[in-house]
């Protein structure tokens, strides 16, 4: 943005202020006397770290949390935000980052849904009417009459922002809206908030893209540890200035790996025209060959829902393999339980850590050993040896770095970097042939973030052979050897990461021929 469109969205007072926000949780300041507004057709972006405060704030102005002192105007008037229903009323939506929609009706039914909900009475065909009428106004191109499982992702996004737009939303707060499309659609989405922001929409972007915000935001502001760090112009501002805000410098998976890549050996995974079962009942792996050698980091990509996932979890022995055959340092996999297919050296980090990745309810001492539990060392006649077990937690906590106080702290209450860091822990200290991990920086800051990529970098050199599934471009282009990409389940393309580039793999994920 210009120095003049700046100003240009700065004029007048703020349509939203944020005066003094404090907001505790027990033993923790989310939000220490923040002082934050917008403007009326101003796009205000807010950085910070996993843990600086970002969604309570933007919770708080939601009507999601309620803060402990402190106020926010709206239109200079004090409000009382106390739902999200209050929020909608004002005027104020929120596109979280994991989408509210209900996959099997189609957009204007999701629309009508949404209205219904805060109170109005709107028939299905008013919906698709109001649906085609924004989507020309802001050039969403979102069908109406679609179910919203057999759109893009992309095109869910926009149909998020739709409901929230169809509600008069004269502030729209978006949480990591880019992190799950393509290059093309978040170049789109860009386009679609210049011009809400040009017909007076005051737009929070939260979002962990240095470039992308610089590009366009307005102004920047940088929360650290719940406290604002600083707010500058998007044209006083640069990537190096903003990580220093954020985290002190800026540390990437480059500088861990700072020594070139050790040559590719031996083929290790090799998977022959395999198809895998996704969910409801469809394929979500069909017909894929590939090979990934030892000693290489083999990039995944795709958009959310390309069949990243079901790969992944169908090499470890998470879901079956209907057809075609994957094999492991030429043992056939097919038919191993995922037990087994452990004790040959491979290691699962999966996409959804809270879900799959550990036990919330045991401590860290018993959630290190899971793939461990019958080894002498652990265990006895059935009786776990607790003191190994402690001294064996101990010894990774340290080494990955896991912030806790102790071993026997439950798994459930760790952060989402020490929840990560515990999944690594687990995975990576068995010295696996195989690492199969899937979207392992997600949510995760810079610190935790290179401390993932380091982490992956060293099984590379160590001669393991890594598969990398992720949807941000920037890293399997920093991280990865090789790129195989993914679009609705099969293989769209294969490129030397040296010869890729982002446009490139975007259109592979988007379909399109490179």
Known sequence: MTSEETQTARSGDPLLAVERLTKTYPGVVANYEIDLDLFAGEIHAVLGENGAGKTTLMGAIYGLNRPDSGRIRFEGVEVELDSPRTALGLGIGYVQQHFSLIPTLTVAENLVLSLRSSGEKVAVREGERRVRELSKRYGLDVPPDVSVENLSVGQQQRAEVLKALAKDARVLILDEPTSVVTP??????????????????????????????????????????????????????????????????????????????????????????????????????????????????????????????????????????????????????????????????????????????????LSIAENLILPLADDDRFSRYGVMRRQAVTEHARSLIAEYDIRVAGPDVLAGTLSGGNQQRLVLARELSRSPVVVLASFATRGLDFASTEAVHRRILEMRDAGACVLYASVELDELLTLTDRIIVLHHGTLAGELPTVEATSEQLGLLMGGSAA
């Open 184 to 361: 093309q659609e978040a170049a789109e989405l860009a386009a679609v908030l210049q011009r809400l922001a040009s017909e007076g929409v005051g737009i929070f972007l939260i979002s962990h893209k240095l470039e992308e915000v610089l590009r366009i935001a307005h102004r920047i502001s940088v929360l650290r540890h719940g406290r604002l760090v600083g707010t500058l112009a998007a044209s006083e501002a640069s990537q190096t200035r903003l990580a220093e805000m954020m985290v002190g410098s800026l540390a990437t998976a480059a500088d861990a790996a700072a020594s070139p890549p050790s040559a590719a050996g031996d083929p290790v995974l090799v998977v022959d025209h395999v198809s895998i079962p996704g969910d409801y009942g469809r394929l979500g792996v069909r017909d894929i060959t590939f090979v990934a050698r030892a000693g290489e980091v083999v990039g995944v990509a795709g958009v959310e829902g390309s069949g990243q996932v079901e790969l992944m979890e169908g090499l470890a022995g998470v879901r079956p393999i209907a057809s075609g055959t994957a094999s492991l340092a030429g043992e056939l996999l097919n038919g191993l339980p995922a037990r087994e297919r452990q004790r040959r050296g491979v290691a699962h980090v999966p996409a959804d850590r809270l879900g799959t990745g550990f036990v919330g309810t």
